[in-house]
């Protein structure tokens, strides 16, 4: 079992900057791969980014390549998503997952566990 709690949501405006974490608990993080992924209102969940086990590979939905980036610090349980120029319609609930399939995922059935979601505001 691998608990996650997602922190670092808020209100932002448009064009400024904001650093979710994902921290983990339970078993050996570097064991897993952990993908972004998030939901808002009366839409389905979508996949945002993907990070490996050790942070050579990342993979970003094309809606948010280039301004927002995915790292961890295995050292702390910890991954990241970097959300630099959000765009008011990056306002939702942004979730982490973790799972141990040796590739990468990109769908959120793959994922096994998952964290509360924080919600993110992009004020225009």
């Known amino acids: 079992q691998v608990q996650l709690v997602e922190s670092g949501g808020g209100l932002v405006q448009a064009g400024g900057s904001l650093r979710l974490s994902c921290a983990a608990s339970?078993?050996?993080?570097?064991?897993?791969?952990v993908g972004w992924f998030r939901q808002a209102p009366g839409k389905e969940r979508e996949f945002v980014a993907a990070?490996?086990?050790?942070?050579?590979?990342?993979y970003y939905a094309s809606s948010v390549k280039g301004r927002f980036t995915t790292s961890r610090d295995n050292a702390k349980n910890t991954v990241y998503l970097q959300m630099n120029s959000p765009k008011a319609e990056d306002t939702a609930v942004y979730y982490c997952?973790?799972?141990?399939?040796?590739?990468?995922?990109?769908?959120?059935?793959?994922?096994?566990?998952w964290g509360q979601g924080t919600q993110v505001t992009v004020s225009s």
């Open positions: 339970g078993r050996t993080f570097s064991n897993y791969n």
């Open positions: 990070i490996s086990r050790s942070g050579a590979v990342t």
């Open positions: 997952a973790a799972d141990s399939r040796l590739y990468v995922a990109r769908i959120a059935s793959a994922y096994d566990y």
